[in-house]
């Protein structure tokens, strides 16, 4: 708020689009400069937006143009129009005087827009003028000063011829003229000339006046529909087939209706089906015996639920109570001289995994191994590696195997001479997924000639079970120099073409 000792003018306007609707926008009052009040110790600066309300009108409080003590002095306010939808605003200027303390723009703004943009200044009166020349003293004294000092009485003439009888005398002289008034107070602002129309000392306007809708037709017969609080047209006021009434009843029921499922022709929430009675098949015959196949991630059957893919009627490791082998032994073509397990020499021996297996034992086949009772100083490691060099299984330290040869039925020859499968016991089943695997087998510690195994008749790195198109597997190699089985390993290390073993996976 303005101090009380800085004189101002509250300025007023209102702005209509030329068929009553209230415009929007701004209407913004700039000075010069920064002003300075020494007396009231401030200093105003920047412009004063007046924003057009509702209505389409402001009201604004500014310092006079002529407040005394105000540096500087002799200056207007710039006036400039920001209307919506106006394509041409308005900028002018204007006087605030504070013998005016209130001003409505629509008086002072240029009304021809063929003059030039601006207001008039008043010039300064002859008074003004005289003091700002060194008179001194009031309106009343200045004007005195303007009748000079009546002169000296003259000498009294010769009398003159009497005239004729009867005739006009001569006008006498004029007398001295009289002291000019006072400057008058400036008249009160022109009246509005018309408005829509109505040219009248007094305007009242009626909303038809304005083409608008008069406030007294909202949710009236005949007027205008209302919007609640939400934005909505109240159910009052919708008509009676719009469905704005209260239910009249539900399924027959009036008053406070809760209904059953038999009352809507529904069965109750307790009421199912079987898979049978709406002609599906459960969900628990996916992958089940006698049910349908799943399919898995790519949309193909799982391995594990196709039927089995070896031909009829031919030797399988299942037909012999093996869960895979390396190789049918019975097709090897063993030389008449044995081989013994080299002590620390890690034989690794492929095979194909094609679908998910389990497996709990590693078979080697023997020649001659009699069994710990005989040769108690041989300890042993078993396992499985994935082809990727990674151990799957393994059986740990073993330091007792039994006897080959000794299941019930075998014959005498390979009782005597200690001739069969030797399975070695892992510490967990494994269940192997389709893909490569290694068998291996270690004699970690021994005399070289503790064990004797079956091997493939082909010593040299021209083997046939090598020959491979990429990616690389090695069905048959060795890795020297181990004490226990590796957690990985990489076949790019180790040696091929060293006494193959024949090895098989089980579960017992």
């Given at each position: ?67 005394p003590g105000m540096e500087p002095d002799q200056w ?39 003059k030039p943009n601006y207001i008039p200044v008043r ?253 108690p100083a041989a300890r042993f490691y078993a396992g ?125």
């Amino acid at each position: 708020m303005l101090p009380e000792s800085i004189p101002t003018v509250t300025v007023t306007g209102r702005y209509l689009t030329p068929d009553g609707r209230p415009l929007t926008g701004n209407v913004t009052f700039r000075a010069p400069s920064v002003l300075t009040f020494g007396d009231a110790d401030v200093i105003l600066g920047g412009p004063v937006v007046a924003q057009l309300d509702a209505t389409g009108a402001i009201s604004v409080t500014l310092p006079a143009t002529d407040a005394p003590g105000m540096e500087p002095d002799q200056w207007a306010y710039v006036v400039t129009e920001q209307l919506a939808g106006v394509t041409s605003n308005r900028s002018y200027a204007i006087l605030l005087p504070l013998e005016h303390p209130a001003v409505d723009l629509a008086d002072v703004a240029p009304r021809d827009p063929g003059k030039p943009n601006y207001i008039p200044v008043r010039g300064d009166s002859a008074y003004e003028v005289a003091v700002e020349h060194g008179f001194t003293g009031t309106v009343e004294e200045w004007l005195v000063s303007l009748i000079g000092a009546q002169g000296a009485t003259g000498a009294t003439g010769a009398a003159g011829a009497p005239g004729a009888a009867g005739a006009t005398g001569s006008q006498g002289e004029p007398g001295v003229p009289g002291r000019d008034g006072a400057n008058g107070a400036d008249g009160a602002p022109g009246v509005v000339q018309s408005v829509n129309g109505q040219g009248v000392a007094e305007v009242i306007l009626a909303a038809a006046d304005v083409g608008a809708i008069p406030s007294t037709a909202a949710g009236t017969a005949g007027g205008v529909a209302q919007l609640d609080a939400s934005g909505r047209v109240p159910a009052a006021q919708l008509p009676e087939t719009s469905g704005g009434g209260a239910v009249a009843s539900v399924n027959g029921r009036t008053g406070v209706v809760v209904l059953a499922a038999a009352d809507v022709g529904a069965s109750p929430t307790d009421h199912t089906h079987t898979p049978a009675q709406v002609g599906a098949l459960a969900t628990t015959v996916r992958g089940a015996a006698n049910g349908v196949a799943s399919l898995d991630s790519t949309s193909r059957i799982p391995v594990a639920q196709l039927p089995a893919v070896a031909p009829k009627n031919t030797w399988t490791p299942q037909a012999l109570g093996f869960q895979a082998w390396s190789v049918d032994p019975a097709h090897v073509s063993n030389p008449s001289a044995v081989k013994a397990a080299v002590v620390q020499r890690l034989y690794m021996s492929g095979m194909y995994i094609s679908e998910p297996t389990p497996a709990n034992r590693v078979v080697i086949f023997a020649r001659g191994w009699a069994g710990s009772t005989a040769v108690p100083a041989a300890r042993f490691y078993a396992g499985i590696y994935h082809e990727n060099g990674t151990r799957v299984a393994t059986s740990g330290l073993v330091s007792s195997l039994p006897a080959a040869g000794q299941i019930p039925g075998t014959a005498p020859g390979a009782v005597n001479n200690h001739i069969g499968a030797v399975p070695i016991a892992l510490t967990a089943t494994a269940t192997l997924q389709p893909g490569r695997y290694w068998g291996a087998f270690l004699l970690s510690a021994g005399s070289a000639t503790d064990f004797y195994y079956m091997h493939v008749q082909n010593e040299a790195p021209s083997n046939p079970s090598n020959f491979y198109l990429a990616p690389t597997f090695q069905r048959a190699w060795c890795l020297n120099g181990q004490t226990s089985l590796p957690a990985t390993l990489t076949q790019s290390t180790g040696e091929v073409g060293l006494d193959p073993a024949i090895m098989a996976l089980a579960l017992v």
